[in-house]
Nanobody
């Protein structure tokens, strides 16, 4: 089965940068879109980035466009989220997910990594 493990979170000052990684274990041949989402306490889960596993098409909401960049390295079975110009509003738990189309559509989630941005 597919398993996702995020890493790279931490605490940074406003204006700083972090790069998150998501390592994919298990079979990857059936994966489609990889995504990054975040959830802050008391807020709804928010989409922040998406990238296709087999091509470089990416999507971002306006809240992070120009600051966040998703990328992938298929040789390492890893997707990345480069986050620049961070502000306190970016503080959240960041999750990696993967959509696996098939007879039954499956969505896989990692356990998340905490990102804290302080003034």
């Amino acid at each position: 089965q597919v398993q996702l493990v995020e890493s790279g979170g931490g605490t940074v000052l406003a204006g700083g940068s972090l790069r998150l990684s998501c390592v994919v274990s298990g079979p990857t041949s059936g994966l489609g879109t990889m995504g990054w989402l975040r959830q802050a306490p008391g807020k709804e889960r928010e989409f922040v980035a998406a990238i296709n596993w087999s091509e470089d098409t990416t999507y971002y909401p306006d809240s992070v466009k120009g600051r966040f960049t998703a990328s992938r390295d298929n040789t390492k079975n890893t997707v990345y989220l480069q986050m620049n110009s961070l502000n306190p509003e970016d503080t959240a738990v960041y999750y990696c997910n993967a959509i696996e189309p098939g007879d039954v559509l499956r969505v896989h989630w990692g356990d998340g990594t905490q990102v804290t941005v302080s003034q």
